[in-house]
T-cell receptor, first 113, second 112 residues
Framework: DAGVTQSPTHLIKTRGQHVTLRCSPISGHKSVSWYQQVLGQGPQFIFQYYEKEERGRGNFPDRFSARQFPNYSSELNVNALLLGDSALYLC????????????FGPGTRLTVT | QKEVEQDPGPLSVPEGAIVSLNCTYS??????FMWYRQYSRKGPELLMY????GNKEDGRFTAQVDKSSKYISLFIRDSQPSDSATYLC????????????FGSGTRLLVRP
């Protein structure tokens, strides 16, 4: 079975630009969560979506937004990029969103220059 | 103070050693306790989880939760060079948010 897929793998953006990251969950999983992992730190929770509804939001500014589509795939959007947004962005898929059943994708490495 | 504290290491051990990895936490509402393994430039891989207190064993891995001390551990027996990675503990309260709160990770190096 295919795992969680994320695209793109890497990208480089300039400060002030906008970026869209994509995630396809494991087949049959209805929940997607997004995390930001800065180098040397553990992942930090950004959003969780379940059945296309936002179920949780972490302590991130409104520049960060996300949505989940009818096929359960998801997009994370970040506006007005800052240097500090450089990180590995991880998507986690789960059947129902429970903490013990979250499976992570390989991540998208974003570099803001 | 962070909600979850984890020694960053690095921890270097010879092949075959028993490895002990630990996390402490401050939020008594945490009920789910997970351990993830992350290889360089990859996503975290779920190794084990425990709900509430107790021990859980899976092959060479044993997870322990001591809620009275707010302390969790992961033991790796007969460590292998392929176990070299960063180990992340993660926790979550049993509420509707279901978000995971991670430690900063411990880097483990198993020397052949």
């Amino acid at each position: 079975d295919a795992g969680v897929t994320q695209s793109p793998t890497h990208l480089i953006k300039t400060r002030g630009q906008h970026v869209t990251l994509r995630c396809s969950p494991i087949s049959g999983h209805k929940s997607v969560s997004w995390y930001q992992q800065v180098l040397g730190q553990g992942p930090q929770f950004i959003f969780q979506y379940y059945e296309k509804e936002e179920r949780g939001r972490g302590n991130f500014p409104d520049r960060f937004s996300a949505r989940q589509f009818p096929n359960y795939s998801s997009e994370l959007n970040v506006n007005a990029l800052l240097l500090g947004d450089s990180a590995l962005y991880l998507c986690a898929s789960s059947p129902g969103g429970l903490p013990n059943e979250q499976y992570f994708g390989p991540g998208t490495r974003l570099t803001v220059t | 103070q962070k909600e979850v504290e984890q020694d960053p290491g690095p921890l270097s051990v010879p092949e075959g050693a028993i490895v002990s990895l630990n996390c402490t936490y401050s939020n008594s509402a945490f009920q789910y306790f997970m351990w993830y393994r992350q290889y360089s430039r990859k996503g975290p891989e779920l190794l084990m989880y425990t709900y509430s207190s107790g021990n859980k064993e899976d092959g060479r891995f044993t997870a322990q939760v001591d809620k009275s001390s707010k302390y969790i551990s992961l033991f790796i027996r007969d460590s292998q060079p392929s176990d070299s990675a960063t180990y992340l503990c993660a926790m979550s309260p049993a509420d509707s948010s279901y978000k995971l709160i991670f430690g900063s990770g411990t880097r483990l190096l198993v020397r052949p």
